[in-house]
């Protein structure tokens, strides 16, 4: 069965400081990868995606398929950028249906 | 934000009581979910609906069970809760696309006591 893992529930940085969330993930075939992430006060919502391989709000993420990793880094982080974010797959066949990671709270302090 | 509301927001039970959670989206989407949030576990899926009337169980459905008589709108209902599923629960809608791209309800927060 798939799995996805984020090893750290909480990841404290200063404000410029360059911030790597890890997600690593367990799947037999060929996987979609995204990030999700949820602001204070707001929904969960799309952060970005491998397949479109863009840079959204200043985060990159690449998909290491040897290491089956797809860490989500921004170089500066900023006050904004605290909030709770996910890692999710996508199975081939499973239409929409994520399989979560289980979370890393950002907090970027001033 | 996408045309999605959960209903209710906010709801405090006791232990053996059914609960029905409602998910009611305007945008027409072909496909709904229950999710689950929990720390240290993340989201997990409980149901999903690929149509009307066209169910499927996810990784945690035991105790749950659901319900899609109409396009807009998705019950979730717990028959007789126990402590275990005090959780926030996500209603989450897609389109006929499939790409992956969720739009998230604001959650309901449910306590069994």
């Known amino acids: 069965a798939q799995r996805v893992t984020q090893p750290e529930k909480l990841l404290s940085v200063f404000k410029g400081a360059p911030v790597e969330l890890k997600c690593n993930y367990s799947?037999?075939?060929?996987?979609?990868l995204f990030w999700y992430v949820q602001y204070s006060r707001q929904r969960l919502q799309l952060l970005l995606r491998?397949?479109s391989r863009e840079s959204i709000k200043g985060f990159t993420a690449d998909l290491n398929k040897g290491e089956t990793s797809f860490h989500l880094k921004k170089p500066f982080a900023q006050e904004e950028d605290s909030a709770m974010y996910y890692c999710a797959l996508r199975e081939e066949t499973s239409g929409s249906r994520l399989t979560f990671g289980e979370g890393t709270q950002l907090t970027v302090n001033p | 934000d996408a045309g999605i509301t959960q209903s209710p927001r906010h709801k405090v039970t006791e232990t053996g009581t059914p609960v029905t959670l409602r998910c009611h989206q305007t945008e027409n989407h072909r496909y709904m979910y229950w999710y689950r949030q929990d720390p240290g576990h993340g989201l997990r899926l409980i149901h999903y609906?690929?149509?009307?009337?066209?169910?499927d169980k996810g990784e945690v459905s035991d105790g749950y069970s659901v319900s899609r008589s109409k396009t807009e709108d998705f019950l979730l209902t717990l028959e007789s809760a126990t402590s275990s599923q005090t959780s926030v629960y996500f209603c989450a809608i897609s389109d006929w696309r499939a790409t992956g791209e969720l739009f998230f309800g604001e959650g309901s927060r449910l306590t069994v006591l």
């Open positions: 491998h397949i």
């Open positions: 609906s690929y149509g009307v009337k066209d169910t």
């Open positions: 799947y037999s075939g060929s996987p979609e």
